[in-house]
């Protein structure tokens, strides 16, 4: 059975940093596509970042470009986010998900996406 699990979220101050973990089991990931999506609340899911299945291509949602840094380790089966100078309205659940059906990224919405995890909250105060 596949699973996606995040951790790492949490309360952090504006300006602070935290750094997501998504451990994938059940399958081999190291092919796919990994991606972060982030949902407010009464807000639509919406995408975050997204890696290749080398990692050597990323691609960013223009709200986090250059406070936020997606990589992966395929050994270990991870995939990270490192966030940077978090704002009050980066405050949201933050879902881990992975596209099985290419290596190269296709999709910044989230039907591209087919398995995701239970998310993490991450919570940004003023």
């Known amino acids: 059975q596949v699973h996606l699990v995040e951790s790492g979220g949490g309360l952090v101050q504006a300006g602070g940093s935290l750094r997501l973990t998504c451990a994938a089991s059940?399958?081999?990931?190291?092919?796919?596509?990994m991606a972060w999506f982030r949902q407010a609340p009464g807000k639509e899911r919406e995408f975050v970042a997204a890696i290749n299945y080398s990692g050597g291509s990323t691609r960013y949602a223009d709200s986090v470009n250059g406070r936020f840094t997606i990589s992966r380790d395929n050994a270990k089966n991870m995939v990270y986010l490192q966030m940077n100078t978090l704002k009050p309205e980066d405050t949201a659940v933050y879902y881990c998900a992975a596209d099985r059906e290419s290596p190269h990224i296709r999709f910044t919405t989230a039907r591209g996406y087919d398995y995701w995890g239970q998310g993490t909250q991450v919570t940004v105060s003023s």
């Open positions: 059940g399958r081999t990931f190291s092919n796919d596509v």
